[in-house]
């Protein structure tokens, strides 16, 4: 089993930066090929797809956060990253990531879940 804990959510203003991380422990030897993601929720809205990154670093970003956000992977300390710039008030949310296996058709098939870290902007 893989235990994801997430870090590194505060409350910050309008127009700063945050450094989200997710430490991943218990059965990691094969975490260089995850594909990992991170996700939020805001109140009262649905969990959404904010970005992901693949075993092969190939990363992908919601349109909302495109040129503010930058997910990264370090394999060695098998921990996940989202550097968070230009935070706005609607980034409000409870973020969460996520560990998978590759689709054979694309995308990824998380199985793996973190309790998640609160970003509050404003």
């Known amino acids: 089993h893989v235990q994801l804990v997430e870090s590194g959510g505060d409350l910050v203003q309008p127009g700063g930066s945050l450094r989200l991380s997710c430490a991943a422990s218990?059965?990691?030897?094969?975490?260089?090929?995850?594909?990992m993601g991170w996700f939020r929720q805001a109140l009262g809205k649905e969990r959404e797809g904010v970005a992901s990154?693949?075993?092969?670093?190939?990363?992908t970003y919601a349109d909302s956060v495109k040129g503010r956000f930058t997910i990264s992977k370090d394999n060695a300390k098998t921990t996940l990253y989202l550097q968070k710039n230009s935070l706005k008030p609607d980034d409000t949310a409870m973020c969460y990531c996520?560990?998978?296996?590759?689709?054979?058709?694309?995308?990824?098939?998380?199985?793996?879940w973190g309790q998640g870290t609160q970003v509050t902007v404003s």
């Open positions: 218990g059965s990691v030897y094969s975490y260089g090929t995850f594909c």
């Open positions: 996520a560990a998978g296996w590759p689709r054979l058709g694309g995308g990824c098939e998380y199985v793996h």
């Open positions: 990154i693949g075993s092969y670093g190939a990363t």
